[in-house]
């Protein structure tokens, strides 16, 4: 049974996306051992109360980012944690919390990284007027939005769309990139060659 670590601050569709690919075994072999919220207020901590999980609310506000992180990462190591999965996490990690992982953690962003980093992706993309976008899984390494592509999907932008439209699709495939991302990393049958994910043949 492998352990994962959610990290979140808001909304939380992503965190209840993986729960649920783990709760019918689309994720197999694992449960989420923690969620954790920098914000109290944060509608998924609320949702994994709800679903029984265990919990942490470590609020960042006020405190240096790597005092932050250590509070961090001692609950993670308590909890065991395999996996670390960033789902809406609005702060970068400390380098020092990247190093206690190395290629244990994995962000989901909203756009077809390298473009548009930072916040708000999907209206970049509108305003930008690509007529591709998607979002991206990838590993955190020590800058933004940054490291070794897991999982893209794409979608294309429509004449019809506005903002809100596209952020909802692009949403529906964020909710499949996450699983298959997990499901990817945690069978560990890649090597990453360069920035470049490789799957490893099956062995014969
Ligand atoms: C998601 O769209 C996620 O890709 C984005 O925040 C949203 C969280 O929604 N993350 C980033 O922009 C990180 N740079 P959720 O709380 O419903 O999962």
Redesign the pocket.
């Known amino acids: 049974m492998r352990n994962i670590g959610v990290v ?1 601050s ?6 209840l996306a993986v729960a649920d690919n783990v709760a019918n075994r689309s994720i197999p072999d694992a449960r989420i051992a923690v969620v954790i919220s920098n914000l109290p207020e944060a509608r ?1 901590i609320e949702l994994a109360r709800e679903r029984g999980l265990a919990t942490a609310v470590i609020p960042s506000k006020g405190k240096a980012r790597e005092d932050h992180d250590r509070e961090m990462v001692a609950v993670l190591k308590q909890h065991e944690v395999a996996l670390i999965c960033l ?2 996490y ?1 702060r970068l990690l400390s380098p020092w919390f990247v190093q206690q992982f190395p290629q244990r953690i994995l ?4 756009s077809l990284l390298p473009a548009f980093p930072g ?1 708000e ?1 999907q209206q970049q993309a509108f305003a930008y007027g690509v007529k591709v976008t998607g ?1 991206t899984v990838h590993f955190v390494d020590e800058e933004l ?1 940054h490291g070794a592509i897991v999982v893209q999907r794409a979608i294309p932008v429509l004449d019809s769309d506005d903002e809100h439209s596209l952020a909802a699709r692009i ?1 529906e495939q ?1 909710h499949l990139a996450y699983a298959q991302a997990i499901n990817i990393v945690l069978e560990g049958n890649f090597e990453i060659v360069g920035r470049r994910l490789i799957h490893k043949k099956a062995a014969r």
Do not use: K, Q, V
């Open positions: 979140l808001g909304r939380g569709s992503n965190f998924g789902a809406g609005m962000n989901i962003h909203p916040l992706a979002c939005d949403l964020e």
